[in-house]
């Protein structure tokens, strides 16, 4: 595979999510990300020096008889119906009825199923293409979408899904049927332990202070601790470890009732683990006792265009990654359509594989 690997993604040890490690793969202008199941993702990017929030979304599922899905989206302000127009080389293809992706003006529209392989044979041998954002009569400005490196990351997602030479590839297809392409392997299973509803304790429990002395944090230890049960036995606790202007990173530990020591909590996050100092550092961590589930969201940068994001949750013995997301360029898109390079499915009990 070509291009800049920019996050090479970590193997997971266990055996019930032990599968060929992934990566998040730069070609110029886009990104491309592959999860576990050889779902990929393919996503335009914006000049870092003049982001507007408009991009495109070549997304396929590792099916064999899977069809790319493509996807328009744009940052617009403006209240009430909305459509998007898409133009390649100068002639306007028909409007596209724009649907809010949330409530900061995202939109977005999907085109026709049968224009998607024109416009990527088009721009992938140089057309132009631009996105205007249209309401009524008000004609927003013209962006024009970036096709630099789009060949590579479709030949790269080709290969990724094992397509190369056969009838469904995007780039150079050949004669074999859809149907010789392996099967997406099935999703790692986690068993989700029980959170306990027992009180919380008030302080800090001596063995958790005491491995929070030795970590190399700026905070006070006090301040706006992560508490929880992670199950009838085990307290999560975090402390707040160093704090920036838009990124708060929490020290987390765990004990375990009668063991005489705390320890750091290991969290192994496929595509972001080289990123940590430490592997129980988690940068904008939060929990949610009812689950017993930890979720992060680390932003690069205060517009949110570039990070990673992800939920673990406990198994009875430690912390498995059942979502994450990531986008290492920051380059005007949204956590809402980084890649996902990992999924995992959550029950309660002991893994089944």
């Known amino acids: 595979m070509s291009g800049r690997r920019l996050l090479a993604l970590c193997l997971l040890g266990a055996s019930s999510q032990g599968v060929a490690a992934q990566s998040l793969d730069a070609f110029q202008d886009w990104m491309l990300g592959c999860d576990n199941q050889r779902?990929?993702?393919?996503?335009?990017?914006?000049?870092?020096?003049?982001?507007?929030?408009?991009?495109?979304?070549?997304?396929?599922?590792?099916?064999?008889?899977?069809?790319?899905?493509?996807?328009?989206?744009?940052?617009?302000?403006?209240?009430?119906?909305?459509?998007?127009?898409?133009?390649?080389?100068?002639?306007?293809?028909?409007?596209?009825?724009?649907?809010?992706?949330?409530?900061?003006?995202?939109?977005?529209?999907a085109l026709p199923a049968e224009r998607v392989r024109p416009l990527l044979a088009a721009l992938r041998d140089g057309g132009q293409a631009s996105v205007t954002v249209l309401q009524g009569a008000e004609t927003g400005p013209e962006v024009p979408l970036r096709s630099r490196g789009l060949a590579a990351a479709l030949r790269a997602m080709d290969e990724a899904q094992g397509r190369s030479g056969t009838v469904t590839a995007l780039v150079q297809p050949g004669l074999r049927p859809a149907a010789s392409l392996p099967v997406p392997p099935p999703l790692p299973v986690v068993g989700q332990a029980r959170a306990s509803t027992s009180p919380l304790p008030e302080r800090m429990p001596a063995p958790i202070a005491r491995a929070v002395a030795t970590a190399d944090c700026d905070e006070p230890p006090g301040t706006n601790p992560i508490r929880g049960w992670l199950d009838e036995r085990t307290l999560l606790w975090g402390v707040l470890c160093t704090r920036g202007a838009t990124r708060e990173t929490y020290a987390l530990f765990s004990h375990r009732k009668g063991d005489a020591a705390a320890r750091p909590v290991a969290l192994v996050?496929?595509?972001?683990?080289?990123?940590?100092?430490?592997?129980?550092?988690?940068?904008?961590?939060?929990?949610?006792?009812?689950?017993?589930?930890?979720?992060?969201?680390?932003?690069?940068?205060?517009?949110?265009?570039?990070?990673?994001?992800?939920?673990?949750?406990?198994?009875?013995?430690?912390?498995?990654?059942?979502?994450?997301?990531?986008?290492?360029?920051?380059?005007?898109?949204?956590?809402?359509?980084?890649?996902?390079?990992?999924?995992?499915?959550?029950?309660?009990?002991?893994?089944?594989?």
């Open 39 to 109: 779902a990929c993702t393919a996503i335009s990017l914006e000049p870092s020096s003049d982001v507007t929030g408009v991009h495109l979304s070549v997304a396929r599922s590792g099916e064999g008889a899977a069809e790319p899905v493509l996807r328009v989206r744009a940052y617009d302000g403006r209240r009430g119906p909305r459509r998007i127009r898409l133009a390649l080389d100068g002639t306007a293809w028909p409007d596209l009825d724009a649907t809010a992706r949330d409530g900061f003006g995202v939109i977005e529209a």
């Open 269 to 353: 996050t496929p595509g972001v683990a080289a990123g940590r100092e430490a592997p129980n550092l988690l940068t904008g961590a939060t929990f949610d006792a009812r689950t017993a589930t930890l979720s992060f969201h680390d932003a690069g940068r205060s517009s949110g265009d570039c990070g990673s994001l992800g939920r673990f949750v406990w198994d009875g013995a430690r912390f498995r990654a059942v979502h994450v997301a990531a986008m290492p360029d920051c380059r005007g898109v949204s956590s809402a359509d980084w890649p996902v390079t990992w999924r995992a499915a959550v029950r309660a009990g002991p893994p089944t594989r």
